[in-house]
């Protein structure tokens, strides 16, 4: 009855039964076959068959086999090593050998994939924890996926929906918890290949195909406690599980290690950039780790390598290169900068060296001097000293001591001037050559520097400069202090300027110094403040010294008597009084985003009075210091973070929890949104930005966003991005609608925008009711207050017949979760992301330009106006 196609199998189970299976099924049987002795099959082509193949590495189906002929344990014991697969459920789709230690799919043809567990826990190998597989039969259409999870096995579906998992499926693609992304694909297994997961102990996951890493920094967790192994295949695949296998390769420095990486950080193969702004500020949370220990080599030196790509101006400190014994882990909070990394030793930052639990001490180098192609590298020699390496010449040799016995981690901190590196894995260590002595040029002697006051601190920052000087007055060598010989106080003629423009951070421009030197019995005291007018440029104007600070064109300044004068405004008195100033005391002045002039002293907020200051980027805003009355002696001191008194409401960082209609609630990080209103029926869905708009471009560029999370259906509206000039306060009326929020520039509705000067709505070429959740949207305000939405990082569309004063007041952002938009979650885009955005927007204007002129596309244009 055998026809062409059909399998016929002999089984013989432990006690020696025989069964004859056709087709996975019983048609035969017989006992009394010894088992305690070798069997060799014998196949007869005997009558009507002719030919037939060997099917290798068959086994049989389940349902062939009674539940009494598996050797499995009663209970599974998740707390040992694995010894096999786990018995899958009845209805499963996946046979299992009666050792359970081969699997298969019962149906190869079957729309279901196989899913099956190891029994126990993955065992640790030095390189990691790991598990292998051996393919026994595989068809072209058969597809593996492999993975980790942390979770007990359950009896999920499929690979995708196990919890706390980690999987890499065969075609490139990788899931992480349901959600899925592409990787490099494998090349196509074949019988008798190999294939491994291993996971290091920093969290990283390889793919290990036949001994070799295949696909190296796959997104995983660090191996802090029990993982367990799942494979799912469909298609005709037989596969065995290699208990015992030989442990895994070791897995060397080869790149990043992706899992460990900054939300600030984008690493695309070895190279590594800064697109993101934390709310820390800029330039920080930029730390990265390899992917392995440091090789020794012969010599027992270690070394690694990275060369700069991309680095900007306006910094104070740059990359930063360090070493670690602490097996790297992720981290709830990421390190804001290198110097919190514990065990570690690294040189870079302002111009140091930081080593844990030591003061940072300063090195004859500053990393923002780099440029693109430069090479910087460490280098550990034998003797436990930390070289660092420019250019292959030594630059700083200042840290010793550190342990050369045991696993040593790079570190890499995109930190400050330093926006993009690639590492150099197995680059050698150089021969270390040492840079020749400078010889000192003949300059004619500076004045001599003051006596008596403490010396200025050893970091960078800003300085005074040597021009435009009073007669009594002298600075230091290197800039940083500054007193008048004047003991009385009566000749004035003590203003300074910075040398360099003050830098421009996330919540405004800010200097402080410390007063060094006071005067007795004087009813005036110090004065500070900024100018828009460059110092080089006054002196080569002809202008000469300042008796006092309030001659100075282009200033607001605070102090003298008490009070604080504008070019906006009458001279306003303070309850500040600076002539009680002491020597010790840190005074501080900040101009914040809102334009307010801000005074700080001793990390207390004193003065804040609402002007109306140069806040866009690109003006430059120089310190202006009077050495007046009371004080005498100052130092600019340079400062890593500004005072929290100051901080408040200082700049855009997130959604404002007390400023929101009421269906809005804001996370506790205060960057999700999300209405309760699931149907879109209710209004009220408006919440405001807890600061205004940073100036993030060259230009005073003004940008945020927002993530689409959660999206309703069926509606015919949807998502409002605004900005107003209007500043919000908890008492100000909660709005229904965004064209109810006053002096504001709104888009969104169904496809509306509205202007202060505008009596009604008009229609945009964007409706946001066709958003997608993942989508991203964004409004830039330029420089010039033209305002441009973007999708996903492309114009959509803008309004440059109506501009926002973006050079003249603060700007607020705020959102309205209208019609088909529940939830949003704010991103963080990097400067240069928005320089890009920029370009963009003047590339498609170019082109609409160019085809309403040609009368091309019948005046259908990607970017117009509204």
């Known amino acids: ?72 344990p009663a209970a599974v014991d998740f707390t040992q090593t694995f010894s096999a697969f786990m018995l899958p459920p009845a209805d499963a789709p996946v046979v299992l050998s009666p050792e359970l230690v081969l699997a298969e799919m019962r149906d190869p043809g079957g729309k279901l994939p196989g899913l099956v567990f190891l029994n126990g826990q993955l065992p640790r190998f030095d390189a990691g924890i790991y598990f292998e597989l051996r393919v026994e039969r595989i068809s072209k259409e058969g597809i593996l996926t492999v993975g980790v999870t942390k979770s007990q096995p359950a009896a999920p579906k499929n690979a995708q929906e196990v919890p706390n998992s980690w999987s890499f499926r065969t075609d490139g693609t990788v899931f992480v918890s349901k959600k899925s992304s592409a990787a490099q694909a494998v090349p196509k297994l074949r019988k008798g290949d190999r294939i491994g997961v291993l996971v290091a102990g920093f969290g990283d996951m390889a793919i290990v195909i036949n001994g070799e890493i295949a696909v190296d920094g796959l997104t995983c967790v660090a191996p802090t406690q029990p993982m367990y192994g799942f494979v799912e295949f469909s298609g005709s695949i037989a596969l065995s599980l290699e208990v015992g296998a030989a442990p895994p390769p070791s897995k060397g420095l080869t790149g990043f290690a992706k899992s460990l990486s900054s939300k600030m950080v984008v690493i695309d193969g070895l190279l590594a950039r800064r697109t993101g702004i934390s709310s820390e500020g800029d330039g920080v949370e930029g730390v990265l780790f390899g992917d392995g220990p440091l090789q020794r080599s012969p010599n027992g030196k270690c070394y690694f390598e990275v060369c700069v790509e991309q680095v900007v101006t306006g910094f104070e400190d740059g990359l930063t290169l360090g070493v670690t014994t602490a097996l790297p882990v992720r981290q709830d909070q990421p390190f804001i900068t290198a110097e919190e990394v514990p065990n570690s030793w690294s040189y870079g930052f302002d111009g140091s060296a930081s080593a ?133 106080g009566d000749d004035l003629h003590g203003v300074l300027f910075s040398s360099q423009p003050i830098p421009a951070r996330a919540a405004g421009r800010y200097f402080e110094v410390r007063v060094d030197r006071v005067r007795e019995n004087c009813p005036d005291g110090l004065s500070l403040g900024i100018t828009c007018a460059d110092p080089v440029d006054m002196e080569e104007n002809g202008e000469d010294a300042f008796e006092v600070s309030e001659e100075v064109p282009d200033s607001w300044t605070a102090g003298y008597d008490g009070y604080y004068r504008s070019l906006h405004k009458e001279n306003t008195r303070l309850g500040w009084k600076p002539s009680a100033l002491n ?201 010039d207050g033209t305002l441009i939405v973007f999708l996903n990082g492309s114009p959509v569309c803008g309004a440059p017949t109506s501009k926002a004063p973006v050079q003249d007041d603060p700007i607020y952002p705020f959102i309205d979760l209208l019609g088909n938009t529940q939830a949003v979650t704010l991103t963080k885009p990097s400067r240069e992301l928005v320089a890009q955005m920029v370009v963009k927007f003047e590339e498609a204007n170019i082109a609409r330009k160019k085809t309403v002129a040609g009368g091309g596309s019948n005046g259908q244009v990607i970017f117009d106006a509204w």
């Open 1 to 72: 009855d055998l026809r062409v196609g059909d399998l016929v199998g002999l089984l013989i189970n432990k006690n020696g039964e025989a069964k004859v299976l056709v087709n996975g099924k019983q048609v035969a049987g017989a006992g009394g076959i010894p088992t305690d002795q070798p069997l060799f099959p014998i196949i007869d082509l005997l009558g009507n068959t002719v030919a037939v193949s060997f099917v290798q590495g068959a086994v049989p189906t389940t349902a062939a086999i009674p539940q009494e002929d598996h050797e499995t």
């Open 356 to 488: 844990t639990g030591k003061d940072m001490v300063p090195i004859d180098w500053s990393p923002v001097k780099l440029k693109a192609g430069d090479t910087v590298g460490l280098l550990l020699t034998a003797g436990g000293e930390l070289q660092l390496v420019v250019n292959g010449y030594l630059e700083a040799k200042q840290l010793k001591g550190i342990p050369t016995g045991v696993p040593l981690f790079p570190i890499v901190d995109l930190l400050g001037s330093t926006l993009a590196i690639s590492f150099r894995p197995g680059v050698p260590a150089p021969q270390v050559q040492i840079r020749p002595a400078a010889v000192p040029a003949k300059v004619q002697e500076p004045p001599p520097a003051p006596s008596g006051p403490p010396p200025a601190p050893s970091g960078k920052g800003l300085v005074f400069y040597d021009g435009l000087l009073g007669q009594q007055v002298r600075i230091s060598k290197d800039g940083k202090s500054a007193y008048s010989k004047d003991a009385g």
């Open 583 to 783: 020597v010790g005391d840190v005074v501080g002045i900040l101009i914040s985003r809102t334009g307010d002039f801000v005074v700080v002293v001793n990390g207390k907020e004193v003065v804040r009075v609402p002007d109306k200051l140069p806040i866009a980027d690109a003006e430059p805003a120089f310190a202006v210091v009077d050495l007046l009355g009371r004080v005498s002696g100052v130092t600019m001191l340079p400062f890593n973070e500004l005072p929290k008194a100051a901080q408040a409401g200082a700049t855009f960082t997130g959604f404002n929890p007390q400023i929101l209609s009421a269906t809005v609630t804001v996370s506790s990080n205060g960057l999700q949104a999300k209405s309760s209103d699931a149907t879109g029926e209710e209004l009220g869905g408006i919440v405001f930005g807890n600061g205004p708009l940073p100036c993030v471009g060259s230009d005073g560029e003004c940008y945020f966003e927002v993530q689409i999370d959660t999206k309703r259906s069926g509606q015919s509206d949807g998502l409002v991005l605004g900005v107003t000039t209007a500043k919000p306060t908890p008492s100000a009326p909660r709005y229904s609608v965004a064209d109810e929020v006053p002096d504001a520039w709104t888009f969104g509705y169904s496809g509306l925008a509205l202007a202060p000067e505008s009596p009604d709505m008009v229609p945009i070429k964007w409706n946001p009711a066709k958003l997608k959740k993942g989508d991203r949207a964004g409004l830039l305000v330029r420089g």
